[in-house]
């Protein structure tokens, strides 16, 4: 089978990778509103899902788009997915992959065979922020082991707020912090702030020449408040 085949059958079953505009990577992006801690988030004030982007900005807003993120969603549980992810991921993506460019993890499963797919590609770096505690800590309990080339990033759940507590003992496990511009100095002093948000005129990383958050020696990174 040709690759542009190979491609074609594996977008099927899979729904197909983004493009991320702003990384140096493809990702992987499912609905908003069918995140599970985000549908909640988005009903109390202050919280980083009350403006949520991926819901109602940017391209995200397109009906193609969110189109094509229902669709992924439909078909997560393909019994097919993790090989045609591995086939996509090997055939379209060079370093960097991120997961969930938008919305969030669905199940144990869902997290499970994404670490599935990072054994089975490591020649690649992935980064997947999540804000679905509940979900990492129940793989962690079932003695599910995050590999070495994924690196999970805590999304704290209110702007200006602090990190996620409860996964201390977890090299592989980052956090990420959203900060008001108009309070950027009191992001918590460990943070390392994106470039790319802090109006250093960076449009993507790759521009910024950045990869912190795929690095999981940064333990915490700090992006602006769209
Ligand atoms: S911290 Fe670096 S890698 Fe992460 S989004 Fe910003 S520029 Fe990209």
């Not at 085949?5 to 729904?15: A, F, M, R, V, Y």
């Not at 090997?90 to 990072?118: A, M, P």
Request: aromatic share 10%; with cysteine.
């Amino acid at each position: 089978m040709t690759k542009t085949k190979t491609i074609e059958l594996c977008n099927k079953i899979t729904g197909g990778l983004s493009n991320e505009s702003k990384m140096w990577s493809k990702s992987f992006g499912l609905p908003a509103k069918r995140c599970h801690v985000g549908q909640v988030l988005a009903q109390v004030e202050g919280t980083v899902c009350e403006k949520c982007y991926a819901d109602n900005r940017g391209h995200y807003q397109y009906p193609v788009v969110r189109e094509a993120q229902e669709r992924r969603y439909k078909l997560l549980y393909n019994p097919l997915w993790v090989v045609a992810m591995t086939m996509l991921l090997w055939l379209q993506v060079k370093e960097f992959f991120r997961w969930q460019g938008s919305g969030d993890l669905d199940s144990v499963k869902h997290l499970q065979n994404i670490v599935e797919v990072c054994v089975n590609t490591p020649h690649l770096k992935h980064w997947m922020p999540t804000k679905e505690k509940g979900i990492l800590k129940e793989f962690l309990r079932n003695g599910g082991v995050i590999p070495d080339n994924l690196v999970i990033s805590m999304s704290g759940y209110f702007v200006d707020g602090g990190k996620v507590k409860g996964f201390d003992e977890q090299p592989q496990i980052a956090h990420h912090l959203t900060y008001n511009k108009r309070n950027k100095h009191g992001v918590e002093t460990e943070a390392y702030i994106c470039p790319v948000e802090d109006d250093l005129g960076f449009k993507s990383c790759d521009e910024a020449t950045c990869s912190a958050c795929w690095n999981p020696s940064v333990r915490v990174v700090a992006g602006a408040l769209h």
